[in-house]
């Protein structure tokens, strides 16, 4: 049974930091897709950030560039958020998000539809 779960989420002041961690369990993701996905009140579920887990290859959303960095540990089946520089708009729940298995596909990593497993998310609240 393949398992995401996420922690680190918290509340921070404009301008902090905070890390997010997604720990997967019951397979290995070599050749998927690993991905950050948020979900503010009223919103759609947008896409974050994506990293393979491959490669060093890494796409972000416009609106975290040069704040957020998403890198992952293959050794232990994990990839993290490090969010800088937070705003008041960054305020969302957090989902990771593992995807891509269909063999000689590629996958974007952009959007939700390419991810089998989520995570249950985990609350990033940014006070101004």
């Known amino acids: 049974q393949v398992q995401l779960v996420e922690s680190g989420g918290g509340l921070v002041q404009a301008g902090g930091s905070l890390r997010l961690s997604c720990a997967a369990s019951?397979?290995?993701?070599?050749?998927?897709?690993m991905g950050w996905f948020r979900q503010a009140p009223g919103k759609e579920r947008e896409f974050v950030a994506v990293i393979r887990w491959s490669s060093t290859s890494t796409y972000y959303a416009d609106s975290v560039k040069g704040r957020f960095t998403i890198s992952r540990d293959n050794a232990k089946n994990t990839w993290y958020l490090q969010m800088n520089s937070l705003k008041p708009e960054d305020t969302a729940v957090y989902y990771c998000?593992?995807?891509?298995?269909?063999?000689?596909?590629?996958?974007?990593?952009?959007?939700?539809?390419?991810?089998?497993?989520w995570g249950q998310g985990t609350q990033v609240t940014v006070s101004s």
């Open positions: 019951g397979r290995t993701f070599s050749d998927y897709i």
């Open positions: 998000a593992a995807g891509g298995s269909a063999p000689g596909r590629y996958y974007s990593g952009l959007s939700r539809y390419e991810y089998d497993y």
